[in-house]
């Protein structure tokens, strides 16, 4: 058997395999064939292949040399072998037949008729046939301009040279006049030359595109003159707004090459023109060209002239003059000199249109017409190269450079535009929004690929723009100022609020399972998608984490790119819990933190600026951990005990600021924010533990604060430490509270729940030194600038009182009579004398100016805010009269109301003298300022956060008014006010509120001491109201104030009721009930929910109806709810109440919207619209639908919330109407009440078209209707088709008068109307409708219809009929009627 060659043997190893091949004669595995060559395929197609043939290869035979290179000989196409060509085919027929070109279908040219033109015989001639043009005649009249022009193109070139040397006869007078105006050709710019009507210019006296080429001799010329002049008629007929507009539609029509060509050839004639006409002008100014024309060269041989300048052309004017001995000068290319010319001039913009937008280096907008010196290194683009600065493009362009300095430059400008553009300079003079078109044009993922650059400048430069993108440096000036306000280290997550339809759809999906699935399928979308919904989702995707990650610990670089990395991380973790957990969990990234920048032993800084701020600590740091901390209980504990963050809590709070080796700002900062981090853990109920190791730091630095509180100026990081500190002994002392509630051993919160270690006597102490500080502050209330200096301070003090005593009054070990005793002598020594201070009344006074409730414009969005990019759009700060700005009455108001909603809680005779607070002017006047009827502001992150704390306030203030409530025999005078103020805030809060919510329900809001009509008349008024706008008396014991009064008595089950239907998700409930109530260890994160929308719906009061609707159309059976009639009668009972006494509480529920919802109550089953209770209830509050203020009111046409399509709801409503009315009255009056007039004519042809069974059982009396009778009957109907079906339901008795009184009334009225209409205007379609009406209407068999239809005069409920009948028809009606039915029967005959 033969070997097979192996890897590595040689040449001689394979020739030898070879022989013994060869030699054996063995059969080879493959079989060559080789195929004929082209030449002599035709030759042997029929002779079969050798097979036996084989190549060898023998070393012995190759030449030494390779061969020389020889051109082979010229190729001839052959026919292909078995398809030769006919001799007898004529190849230009087989290439026509086959030719599929379109330009085989335009060869068919129609030619111009010239039958009636006059044949000229061709000139005689002594020469027998035309002269033939030979290749030589060329070369003697002109030389070509290039040697790769053809033959026929050198001789149409060299016959235009002499046309054009003869001049334009200027003696020739136009025919046309140019138009009249005071604008004249000349003195226009030449783009305005353009789009002027052609007559007026001398070159348009003889045709340039129609010339006549192609007809003979003098039948050419006279040809195009006919053209011409046609054109010059048509063109002279027409107005220059029509040639303009012509002349636009003929250049979208025409091909753009073709509309190039012609205005070049326009062009040149007028600069031949016009250098004729300066050349015969004597003294005229000259231009200067390089030549008159175009030259030939006068052989073939002689070198192409590819530079020579156009005709016309200045000469470029080169800084240096070239000379022919430099090398590679010879040939001077001026095309690519041009960069050496100096910039063109500044065109000043005339016109308003947009132009580029350009910025310099600083990232400034610069003016279209700015003109700036060029060595400032603005002017380096190739477009508007006159103007300076570089637009977003180029900037994008540059970024892509190989040279690293380009790229970080690029990177640099563009930040600068994000800041400054999110700061507001730009305004109003870009259009659309410069974030948004950088994202859209792939900005983000241009800054995460520059991330992986390998230069330090670039990925420095790609930081900074990323933080440029991301963080608003206001965002976090603003929660870093506010942490210790009232719940201030709460916020809501920075990310977008929009779900997908898909999320929408699983609501009903469990929480957890629905985030399972959410991940997964975020994670198999690319980042693109993500970051198109979501910016920071889509970066998470792109593995951000890690590579910052690598910057920090392996490029390690300067202090400045550190602190945007960091800052990056806080804005990250502010987005939500699941990226707040990534960050957590990304490998080796919070200890390469905590070991590099949070270090517990440094070397000493001076005071120059750091080199490096690895291993040495920074404030940034501490701030990302307390971020993280914030999201969530969980994350606070792996900090503490997986991280070691303990020990730097210890390191940072055990020293003074003014004792830490670090600039003094940032050991200020880092103080505060070690305070802040423990405020945030001990929030859970941990780190309770380091209290007994620091507790001489902090009582050291307790004992500072009076000092520090009296320098002057006060430093505003001084008192952010300050109240940092004040917040860590709050949390501490709720913390000290013993009465948590104790799950059992089994439950799943029995896990979460840590012992506290810390006890009430541990700090009990704190109160004598915490209360001194607050004296303190309160003496500068009257000195403003001072105040507003303080900052959060006051705030602190007050709201660390109200925890101590909180937790004082929770101690079950300790005698009440000790705390009661110390809350009377802190009333009688400092708060009770504060409330009489005249500048404690001119903080209630500002509260309306601070409102963002008040004043709507203020919460404007930022000027970039993107719905994909959440921001608080605080860049510029906030003003100093805002809610959040340094005047504002808020925060200090709010923890004043909340320490006295506290002592009065306890100690109950203080509420009486605490609760005088409420009569401030300044209050009263924002309360009404906050229930009157207006818009609210829309719902943007910055107006959530700052309504959120000004809920607050109302909140405390109604609580505190609720307690005084109940101790006074007699209602408030202002317990109305209160009360309208608590729906209003019930019906405004946000997620992460329900335990406001609930506590209004429970105690505000259905509680009768704030409905002081009930004791001051309100039901006899109302009954007296009634029966003045009705007119009528009814029974006493169905009036609407003897059901106001029966609510009223009702009120304890009405609350009930709304508690159901209108509960809130327990989950939600208990988070924040531990959040309000100081119950740290159910605290499940400082996160609040999304505010995606509204805690509840605006028409909350209708909620139980609605809810009773859906349970009866989701019941297949039909059985009615449980409870169906109380769960009605409770929520009519409130609406009515809300109706008549608070009827600004729904004003934001449509008056069409009220209708659709007592529509659902006839809608539930058939038995409830029969209770006596539910009639009763019903016919009031159609009756307040029906009153002269609210009918105008009603909209059947506009959208409603809650319903898809209300003339669906009328059909449905139609349907139950027959089926289970049997002629109810109330229910008729339902189903008419939209069948006035001007509601929707759908409406109508829905009940006399689809449904005209239910005519029969609408028995309404006319004197019951509880609208007037003219609403139906005016104006006149305009619709035919509702007119036929009025018609054929009176003839054919579907509808009659004891039936549907009302809807008989209102047909005739109408049919009436109609038929005796004379309107000019009328269609031909409409006078044939109401001839034949007429008609009809006179063959009537039905003597008492007839006489209705002809004699009705107007609508009168008080007769039987609802109308009035003339005794004779006037005498018009009458001629009218004659006239039409002349020669017709009378009286019982009827067409058929």
């Known amino acids: 058997m033969l070997s097979r060659p192996k890897p590595g043997e040689s040449e001689v190893d394979l020739l030898r395999f070879q022989s013994q091949f060869l030699a054996a004669g063995a059969a080879p595995a493959v079989q060559l064939v080789k195929k004929g060559s082209r030449r002599g395929a035709s030759a042997n197609l029929d002779q079969p292949l050798l097979q036996d043939h084989r190549d060898t290869v023998m070393l012995d035979s190759l030449p030494d040399l390779p061969p020389a290179l020889v051109p ?90 002499p046309e054009a040397s003869v001049p334009p006869v200027r003696g020739v007078v136009p025919t046309l006049d140019p138009p009249e105006g005071p604008v004249t050709y000349e003195s226009l710019t030449p783009r305005e030359k353009y789009h002027q009507p052609p007559w007026g210019s001398h070159n348009f006296q003889e045709p340039h595109l129609v010339t006549g080429k192609g007809l003979r001799g003098q039948e050419a010329k006279q040809e195009a003159q006919t053209i011409h002049e046609e054109n010059i008629a048509r063109l002279q007929a027409m107005t220059p707004e029509e040639i303009l507009q012509e002349q636009q539609r003929l250049l979208a029509q025409l091909d753009p090459s073709l509309v190039a060509f012609l205005r070049s050839r326009s062009c040149t004639h007028e600069q031949a023109e016009q250098k004729a006409a300066e050349e015969q002008r004597p ?7 390089t030549g ?49 010319q100096d910039l063109p001039p500044l065109r000043r913009q005339q016109t308003q249109e947009r132009m580029q937008a350009r910025f310099s280096l600083q990232g400034e907008l610069l003016a279209p017409d700015v003109d700036l010196p060029t060595h400032l290194g603005l002017h380096h683009h190739g477009e508007e190269a006159e103007r300076a600065g570089y637009s977003l493009q180029e900037l994008f362009h540059l970024t892509r450079s190989q040279v690293s300095q380009q790229r970080a430059l690029a990177l640099h400008v563009l930040a600068q535009v994000i800041s400054r553009a999110q700061a507001g300079e730009f305004g109003d003079r870009l259009a659309g929004s410069v974030l948004r078109l950088l994202l859209d044009a792939g900005f983000l993922f241009l800054l995460r690929f520059s991330l992986d650059d390998r230069v330090d400048g670039v990925i420095a430069a790609a930081v900074r723009a990323l933080r440029a993108l991301l963080v608003v440096p206001g965002d976090e000036e603003l929660l870093d100022s506010t942490f210790s306000w009232y719940h201030g280290a709460m916020v809501f997550p920075l990310m977008p609020s929009q779900e997908d339809k898909e999320d929408e759809e699983e609501d009903e999906e469990p929480s957890g399972e629905k985030a399972k699935k959410k991940s997964r399928e975020e994670g198999n979308r690319p980042p693109s998608d993500l970051a198109r919904h979501d910016v920071i989702k889509g970066l998470l995707a792109t593995n951000l984490l890690p590579r910052l990650r690598y910057v920090l610990e392996v490029t390690r670089p300067g202090p400045s790119v550190v602190l945007d990395i960091l800052a990056v991380l806080i804005r990250l973790a502010r987005h939500s819990l699941e990226s707040a957990t990534r960050v957590l969990e990304c490998p080796r990234l919070i200890e390469t933190v905590v070991r590099e920048f949070l270090p517990t032993s440094w070397s000493p800084i001076g005071m120059g600026p750091t080199p490096s701020l690895h291993k040495v600590p920074c404030a940034a740091a501490m701030k990302l951990l307390r971020v993280l901390a914030s999201a969530g209980r969980n994350i606070a504990a792996r900090l503490l005990n997986s ?177 009661l005793q110390d809350m009377e002598r802190l009333s009688e020594e400092l708060l009770l004398p504060l409330l009489s201070q005249p500048s404690l009344g001119s903080l209630w006074d500002s509260l309306g100016r601070c409102s963002l409730l008040c004043n709507p414009q203020s919460c404007a969005p930022a000027p970039e805010a993107l719905p994909s990019l959440v921001s608080l759009g605080c860049t510029g700060g906030c003003p100093p009269l805002s809610l959040a700005g340094s005047a504002s009455p808020f925060p200090v108001l709010t923890s004043l109301l909340c320490l006295f909603n506290t002592l009065a809680q306890i100690h109950k005779g203080l509420c009486g003298q605490l609760a005088t607070v409420l009569a401030a002017p300044g209050l009263q006047n924002y309360f009404l300022q906050c229930v009157a009827p207006v818009a609210a502001p829309p719902l943007t992150p910055f107006s959530a956060w700052a309504l959120r704390h000004e809920y607050h306030l109302q909140y405390l203030a109604l609580i505190l008014a609720q307690r005084a409530a109940t101790l006074q025999p007699v209602p408030a005078p202002s317990a109305a006010l209160h009360h309208s103020m608590a729906l209003a805030l019930l019906s405004r809060l946000l997620p992460g509120s329900e335990h406001l919510a609930h506590e209004l329900m429970l105690s505000c809001v259905f509680r009768l001491e704030f409905l002081p009509e009930r004791a001051a008349g309100g039901p006899e008024a109302a009954d007296f109201s009634d029966r003045l706008s009705l007119g009528s008396s009814r029974d006493p014991g169905c009036g609407r104030g003897a059901l106001l009064a029966q ?95 608070r009827p600004q509480a729904l004003w934001a529920v449509p008056p069409a919207a009220r209708l659709a919802r007592l529509m659902c109550v006839f809608l539930v089953d058939s038995e409830l619209f029969r209770e006596t209770p539910i009639q009763h209830l019903v016919a009031a509050l159609l009756a307040r639908l029906c009153q002269p203020e609210v009918l105008p009111k009603l909209n059947l046409d ?76 005016e104006p006149p109907e305009d619709n035919l088709a509702l007119l036929q079906l009025y018609f054929q339901a009176l003839v054919t008795s579907a509808l009659r008068l004891h039936w549907c009184p009302v809807l008989y009334a209102v047909t005739v009225a109408h049919i009436n109307s109609f038929i005796f209409s004379q309107d000019p205007k009328s269609s031909d379609e409409v006078k044939a409708a109401r001839r034949t009406m007429l008609q009809k209407t006179w063959l009537l068999a039905d003597e008492g219809l007839r006489q209705h239809l002809l004699h009705y005069k107007l609508p009168n409920s008080t007769l039987p009929e609802g109308f009035e009948l003339y005794p004779q028809l006037p005498p018009l009606r009458q001629q009218y009627l004659q006239r039409l039915t002349s020669g017709m029967p009378q009286n019982g005959v009827s067409e058929t």
């Open 72 to 161: 082979a000989p010229p190729k001839r196409a052959k026919p292909s072998p078995g398809h030769p060509l006919a001799d007898h085919e004529d190849p230009e027929e087989r290439l026509n037949r086959h030719d599929q070109h379109i330009t085989a279908v335009l060869t068919k040219i129609i030619e111009r008729d010239t039958s009636s033109v006059a044949v000229n015989l061709p000139v005689p001639s002594g020469v027998a046939f035309p002269p033939v043009f030979h290749r030589s005649q060329g070369r003697q009249r002109k030389p070509a301009v290039s040697g790769k022009k053809s033959i026929f193109a050198q001789e149409i070139a060299a016959r235009r040279v």
């Open 283 to 289: 003294g005229g100014p000259s231009l200067e060209v």
């Open 292 to 340: 008159e024309g175009p030259t030939m060269p006068t052989s073939a041989s002689e070198p192409r002239q590819e530079d020579e300048p156009e005709l016309g052309a200045p000469a470029l004017a080169l800084p240096v003059a070239p000379n022919k001995e430099w090398l590679h000068m010879d040939t001077v290319e001026l095309d690519k000199l041009h960069w050496t």
């Open 643 to 819: 991280f070691d963050v303990r020990s730097c809590l210890c390191r940072f709070i055990a020293e003074a600021p003014q004792e830490l080796t670090l600039p003094p700002e940032e050991a200020e900062t880092l103080n505060t924010e070690a305070f802040r981090l423990w405020a945030v853990a001990a929030s859970y109920g941990q780190g309770s533990d380091l209290y007994r190791e620091l507790y001489p730091v902090l009582i050291r630095a307790l004992q500072a604060m009076p000092k520090e509180l009296s320098t002057r100026p006060a430093q505003p990081l001084s008192m952010q430490r300050i109240a940092s500190l004040l917040t860590v002994l709050t949390q501490l002392t709720l913390a000290a509270s013993s009465t948590t509630p104790k799950p059992s051993s089994g439950s799943a919160e029995a896990s979460l729940l840590v012992t506290s270690s810390i006890t009430w006597t541990q700090v009990s102490g704190l109160q004598p030194l915490v209360e001194p500080c607050l004296r303190q502050t309160l003496k500068l209330l009257p000195r403003l600038e001072m105040w507003s200096a303080l900052g959060p301070v006051p705030t602190a003090c007050l709201l660390f009182l109200d925890a101590f005593y909180q937790a004082w009054s929770r101690q079950p070990d300790l005698c009440p009579e000790d705390w």
């Open 1047 to 1141: 609510a009223c008595r009702d009120l304890p089950s009405i609350r009930s009721c709304y508690l159901t239907h209108c509960s809130l998700a327990r989950p939600s409930l208990k988070a924040s009930q531990a959040l309000y109530r100081g119950e740290l260890q159910r605290i499940p994160a400082l996160l609040l929910p999304l505010p995606k929308e509204l805690l509840l719906p605006t028409d909350w009061p209708f909620q139980p109806l609605v809810h009773l609707y859906h349970q009866a159309s989701d019941t297949p059976s039909g059985i009615p709810p449980a409870d169906a009639v109380g769960t009605a009668m409770r929520a009519l009972q409130w609406v009515l109440v809300l109706e008549s006494w």
């Open 1198 to 1273: 506009c959208p409603l919330p809650g319903l898809a399509s209300f003339p669906d709801l009328y059909a449905n409503f139609l349907e139950h109407f027959e089926a289970v009315s049997f002629g109810d009255h109330l229910f008729g009056a339902l189903v008419l009440f939209p069948l006035q007039r001007r509601f929707s004519v759908t409406l109508r042809l829905v009940l006399f078209g689809e449904h005209i069974g239910a005519l029969r059982a609408l028995r309404l009396p006319l004197t019951q209707l509880p609208v007037s009778l003219e609403c139906y009957t």
